[in-house]
C-alpha cells in the first residue's frame, strides 16, 4: 500500500523568502510523484511531476521538487515566494495502474 | 484545449434526497476519477473508469456509484444523502495508454455539494 505524509499542516512565510513543503511516501514499488496546488473555491492544478529521469524537477510558478529514493521524500521549493502564491499544496503518488493517494495538505501562508 | 468540466459547480440537496454529478474530461482522455473532499478527511478516492469500465474502486458506500459513457463522460451518483456526504466533489482525466499505466490526472474545478 501507498501512503504520504505532509509534515506541515500550514507553513507562515514572508513575502520573497524561500519556502519548503515537505512531503514523504511510503510505497513498495517504483512511484510517480506529484504536486498540486488548489486555489480557494478551485479544483486542484498541476504544479509539476516526477515519472523517471532526473531527481530534480521543475514544475509551474517558479516550483521546483526534488525526488530522493533513499529518503522517500520529495519536497517542493520556492526561493522567492509571492502573495499569490498563498494556497494549499497537496503531495501526491501512484504506482501504474493504481490510484493516486493524496497528503493531507499543507496550507503555505505568505504575508508582506 | 479545453480542460475538464464539471456542473453544476454548487448544489443544495436535503437528507435523503439522491444526486447525480457530470464530468467531461479533457478531449481524448479516456481515464476518469472521483474524488471527494473535506476538511476533515481530506482527498479521497471514490473510483475511476477507463473505457467505460471501473477499474479502480475507493472504501465509500454502495451509495456512491457512477458511469462512464462511449464519448468518456461520467456521472456520479450518490443516493440517500447524509449530512456527511458534505463535500467538494473533484472530477479528473488522465491519457492512459494501455488500461494497466498511468498517466497524470488533471482536475476540473469540482461540484459543491450541500446537505441540508
Known amino acids: 500500500a501507498q501512503s504520504v505524509t505532509q509534515l506541515d499542516s500550514q507553513v507562515p512565510v514572508f513575502e520573497e523568502a524561500p519556502v519548503e513543503l515537505r512531503c514523504n511516501y511510503s510505497s513498495s514499488v517504483s512511484v510517480y510523484l506529484f504536486w498540486y496546488v488548489q486555489y480557494p473555491n478551485q479544483g486542484l492544478q498541476l504544479l509539476l511531476k516526477y515519472l523517471s529521469g532526473s531527481t530534480l524537477v521543475k514544475g509551474i510558478n517558479g516550483f521546483e521538487a526534488e525526488f530522493n529514493k533513499s529518503q522517500t521524500s520529495f519536497h517542493l521549493r520556492k526561493p522567492s515566494v509571492h502573495i499569490s502564491d498563498t494556497a494549499e499544496y497537496f503531495c501526491?503518488?501512484?504506482?501504474?495502474?493504481?490510484?493516486?493517494?493524496f497528503g493531507k495538505g499543507t496550507m503555505l501562508l505568505v504575508s508582506p | 484545449k479545453a480542460g475538464v468540466t464539471q456542473t453544476p459547480r454548487y448544489l443544495i440537496k436535503t437528507r435523503g434526497q439522491q444526486v447525480t454529478l457530470s464530468c467531461s474530461p479533457i478531449?481524448?482522455?479516456?481515464?476518469v476519477s472521483w474524488y471527494q473532499q473535506t476538511p476533515g478527511q481530506g482527498l479521497q478516492f471514490l473510483f475511476e473508469?477507463?473505457?467505460?469500465?471501473?477499474?479502480n474502486k475507493g472504501n465509500f458506500p454502495g451509495r456512491f456509484s457512477g458511469r462512464q459513457f462511449s464519448n468518456s463522460r461520467s456521472e456520479m451518483n450518490v443516493s440517500t444523502l447524509e449530512l456527511g456526504d458534505s463535500a467538494l466533489y473533484l472530477c479528473?482525466?488522465?491519457?492512459?495508454?494501455?488500461?494497466?499505466?498511468?498517466?497524470?490526472?488533471?482536475f476540473g474545478p469540482g461540484t459543491r455539494l450541500t446537505v441540508l
Open positions: 473508469y477507463f473505457s467505460e469500465t471501473q477499474r
Open positions: 479528473a482525466s488522465s491519457l492512459p495508454a494501455l488500461a494497466d499505466s498511468t498517466d497524470t490526472q488533471y
Open positions: 501526491a503518488v501512484t504506482q501504474p495502474g493504481s490510484t493516486l493517494t
Open positions: 478531449s481524448g482522455h479516456r481515464s
